[in-house]
């Protein structure tokens, strides 16, 4: 029995439980996939938004504002990376500055300081690489960036250490209301009792209302495609650049990431599969195409990989969060700027709880924060020969692309949320994510993870359930045979 099961690991539930963790109660998240943050959150544009863009009066726009002026001392906490490099609204014509002057507007009434028109001298000024095309800009020195991914396993970490309990490979099939609780029903038939149930399922959050009894809202899955170019492409440009946006979204951007990338996209699709990560050509093709015309001679050659991601696009237009019944609180349709917003998300949900009567009593002994994860490879010499000294496994570079060691590995491993597969450690290490994409690396990751966990190499998987790398011992095979 719980007092809060919160289903979805994402970076929004991962926000919610570290949130409700100051407080004297039995938490419990449960994550349908075999990892934490594998939905949206790892998979999207890394951007804490300014905040301008979003309908004045909406949650939304309540909501990115209050999440962006925490995320600073939020990172700072976890041990997350944050860079606020500002961002840049692009415009093309006059008609695109009246554009950018209405957007401008709106920024002003959602209290966001600091935004102004510029125009084409100070546009070069601060990006020497800006298309000859653009005219105007609408600057936001508020924007940043940080890694989402990275920030959810952090919040979920924490919250961990402070006594949360998370259940990876526990999909939700049924919520019964029962007097004064629900029963969850899982994958394995188990059943979970929770006092108050918190729904930040993403794609699927209006299926898991739907269980509960909640259809009031729908949510679809729009698609969005990515290319990331190498490190060596990351000083190309230092703000997050946008175009003017539509209906669609915030369009196409260029712009740097905290590890020193370059991303450029995404494209949105919206569709009804919600399982479809497929990235397509016609995608690439728009994707070169906007960025070009934002910014001159981007070296699409040192591209090292692509990928899709799907954000949860709600029915009526804003984000979604309420309480249909008493004890069931719905976080859905969490599109951008959700990844901005998610620790204003986490306030408002338990300010919501509090406000229906609710009452929480708050810890003596939470511990907001979590060591920073050591980067070898941004040491000084003396700084790694003493971490050497204190632990031999930091002496070994495992991945040569990224300058990962074998130490930095075994503690994403050892570490809550703890990293059971090759992509877990990627994720937490970036081990694999450099030019040759773990064509060196992985062999010996597999090794670590299969003497980390006491299983059979053969038993260590990519990423999901089913995703295993190696299907039997060769000469094994051969020999039977």
């Known amino acids: 029995m719980y007092d809060v099961v919160i289903i979805g690991a994402g970076v929004v539930g991962g ?10 109660l039995k938490i419990c998240i449960l ?44 990172c700072r906490e976890l041990g997350v990376r944050y860079r606020r490099n500002g961002s840049l609204v692009l415009g093309y014509s006059d008609e695109d500055k ?18 102004e028109i510029i125009g084409r001298e100070r546009i070069k000024e601060l990006e020497p690489n800006i298309s000859d095309s653009v005219e105007w800009a609408l600057y936001a020195s508020t924007g940043a960036i940080v890694c989402p991914y990275g920030l959810a396993e952090a919040a979920i970490g924490n919250a961990m250490d402070n006594g949360v309990e998370l259940k990876l490979n526990h999909s939700v099939r049924k919520i019964k209301k029962l007097e004064n609780k629900f029963e969850i029903c899982v994958d394995n038939e188990k059943s979970i009792l929770a006092k108050t149930v918190i729904n930040a399922a993403g794609i699927y959050s209006d299926e898991v209302a739907g269980m509960a009894g909640d259809t009031s809202f729908d949510v679809h899955p729009r698609k969005g495609e990515y290319i990331l170019l190498d490190r060596e492409a990351g000083d190309v ?50 994707i070169i195409a906007e960025s070009a015309r934002m910014v001159k001679n981007i070296p699409l050659n040192l591209t090292i990989t692509s990928f899709c991601g799907l954000r949860s696009v709600g029915s009526t237009g804003d984000f979604i969060i309420n309480m ?48 920073s994860v050591e980067k070898f490879s941004e ?72 003497k980390e966990l006491g299983i059979p190499i053969e038993k260590v998987k990519k990423s999901s359930n ?13 020999h039977n045979a």
């Open 15 to 24: 926000m919610i439980a570290r949130k409700m963790a100051e407080y004297k």
């Open 466 to 478: 089913e995703a295993y790398i190696l299907s039997g011992r060769t000469k094994e095979d051969v």
């Open 237 to 286: 440009v230092s703000h997050t650049l946008f175009t003017v946006p539509t209906k669609m979204g915030k369009g196409i951007l260029v712009s740097p990431t905290v590890h020193g990338n370059l991303i450029l996209g995404p494209t949105a699709v919206d569709g009804e599969d919600k399982e479809n990560r497929k990235t397509e050509r016609e995608g690439f093709d728009k």
């Open 379 to 450: 040491m000084t010499e003396e700084e790694k020969n003493q971490l050497i000294k204190k632990d031999p496994s930091y002496g070994k570079i495992v991945c040569r692309c990224e300058n990962v060691t074998e130490g930095e590995i075994l503690k994403a491993i050892r570490t809550n949320p703890k990293a059971t597969t090759l992509d877990g450690v990627k994720r937490r290490t970036r081990a694999q994510m450099g030019r040759c994409q773990g064509g060196f690396c992985s062999p010996y990751i597999m090794e670590l993870i299969s």
């Open 324 to 371: 249909p019944m008493r004890g069931f609180v719905n976080v859905a349709g969490i599109e951008s700027p959700g990844l901005s917003a998610s620790p204003a998300i986490a306030e408002y949900v338990v300010e919501l709880l509090e406000n229906n009567g609710f009452k929480f009593a708050k810890r003596d002994d939470f511990n907001p924060y979590r060591e």
């Open 98 to 115: 009246k554009t950018l002057e209405g957007i401008m507007e709106n920024g002003i009434k959602n209290g966001i300081e600091g935004l």
């Open 31 to 74: 994550e349908k996939d075999s990892d934490v943050a594998m939905g949206a959150t790892k998979a999207n544009s890394a951007i804490v938004h300014g905040g301008f863009d979003a309908k004045a009066g909406s949650l939304k726009a309540l909501l990115n504002k209050r999440g962006s002026d925490m995320m600073e001392d939020i």
